[in-house]
């Protein structure tokens, strides 16, 4: 098939400029794939899960008869080491689950502020 001569600069504007939007589109257009789409998603609802069961942990360890224990062997943890055993005080084992969760330990560390408890003993000597 013979095409036209005025024909080719026009299929070849086309060309480059669906190359120009499809790079444009997805360097700065913010068009992603379906895969990257999905990552995005799954990323987003775990971080909403551990949002919102922080606070199911919290109560676990406000209702924990043993609190005072559990949370003096947590203080004394080293900082790197606590998340491991706030989830071994069982604080992080949400109902239904059969581990404890690292992400939701590491939520309710940073809830609970284990240094700056209210329980602390040194804190209640020091108000006289």
Not at 11 to 36: E, P, Q, R
Not at 72 to 96: F, H, K, S
Request: charged letters at 20%; one cysteine or more.
């Amino acid at each position: 098939m013979n095409t036209p001569e005025w024909l080719k600069p026009g299929i070849y504007d086309v060309v480059i400029g669906a190359a120009v939007v499809g790079i444009g589109g997805f360097t700065w257009g913010g068009w992603v794939t379906g895969g990257t789409a999905h990552d995005r998603a799954i990323a987003m609802s775990r971080t909403d899960v551990v949002a919102a069961m922080a606070p199911v942990c919290l109560d676990m360890a406000q209702a924990d008869p043993n609190r005072m224990a559990k949370l003096a062997v947590i203080r004394d943890t080293q900082t790197y080491q606590r998340r491991n055993a706030l989830m071994e005080a069982g604080w992080a084992t949400v109902p239904g689950a059969e581990a404890p969760d690292h992400d939701i330990a590491q939520a309710c560390l940073a809830s609970l502020d284990v240094d700056a408890s209210p329980e602390r003993p040194e804190a209640a000597a020091d108000e006289g």
